[in-house]
């Protein structure tokens, strides 16, 4: 099993449509958890970092549930602009690295 | 604009060449990275130093050489490499180290291309 394992791309969806993003990891100890976005043939860059108890940036919501190892990010009313791969990223502290999931592709389409 | 710098953006090389990768950045991080990213696969990390000293290699092949000169320069040494080497070299900086890293600040990176 992956350490950071995330929903199969890509997403194609129509402008102001919402999206919710998927991602289980399977280290139990890890404590930091974040989102980042990653644009082609561009770096990655931080979208958001998931705190327990939920979190909100203007239209991106990411939630995390310790109990069921679970990391989510929701985009409402989508834009062109969003369309990125989103790298659903986990620390693993006795390792002290962090470990990058596949990434989900977004495509938002006129 | 990112505030972590890598130079050059692209680079061009034959196996038995040798070249070398910088990075540089100004925000007083503590620990620097080299990452390897091919076409939609993520990141994947080379090396990792903390305060100047390597701390991680994943068991990188030896043809990959990284030296930390300074808390602000990071270098990654290139010699003999293969075709399959091709890919976006990656650099990062980060305010925490040992897992416990926060955020990281990615360069725009150096795209290879061994022929």
């Known amino acids: 099993r992956k350490e950071v394992e995330q929903d199969p791309g890509p997403f194609n969806v129509p402008e102001g449509a919402t999206v919710a993003f998927n991602c289980t990891y399977s280290?139990?100890?890890?404590?930091?958890f974040f989102w980042y976005r990653q644009d082609c043939r561009k770096e990655p860059k931080l979208l958001m970092s998931?705190?327990?108890s939920g979190n909100e940036d203007g239209r991106f919501t990411a939630q995390l549930n310790r109990a069921s190892q679970y990391i989510s990010l929701l985009i409402r009313d989508s834009k062109l602009s969003d369309s990125a791969t989103y790298l659903c990223?986990?620390?693993?502290?006795?390792?002290?690295?962090?470990?990058f999931g596949q990434g989900t592709e977004l495509s938002v389409k006129p | 604009d990112t505030e972590v710098t890598q130079t050059p953006k692209h680079l061009v090389m034959g196996m038995t060449n040798k070249k070398s990768l910088k990075c540089e950045q100004h925000?007083?991080?503590?620990?620097m990275y080299w990452y390897k990213q091919k076409a939609k696969k993520p990141p994947e990390l080379m090396f990792v130093y903390s305060y100047e000293k390597l701390s991680i290699n994943e068991s990188v092949p030896s043809r990959f050489s990284p030296e930390c000169p300074n808390s602000s320069l990071l270098n990654l040494h290139l010699h003999a490499l293969q075709p399959e080497d091709s890919a976006l070299y990656l650099c990062?900086?980060?305010?925490?180290?040992?897992?416990?890293?926060?955020?990281?600040?990615f360069g725009e990176g150096s795209r290879l291309t061994v022929l």
């Open positions: 990062a900086s980060s305010r925490g180290t040992s897992g416990n890293t926060g955020e990281l600040f």
């Open positions: 998931v705190y327990s």
């Open positions: 925000m007083g991080h503590r620990a």
């Open positions: 280290n139990s100890a890890s404590q930091s």
């Open positions: 990223v986990v620390n693993k502290l006795q390792a002290g690295k962090l470990i």
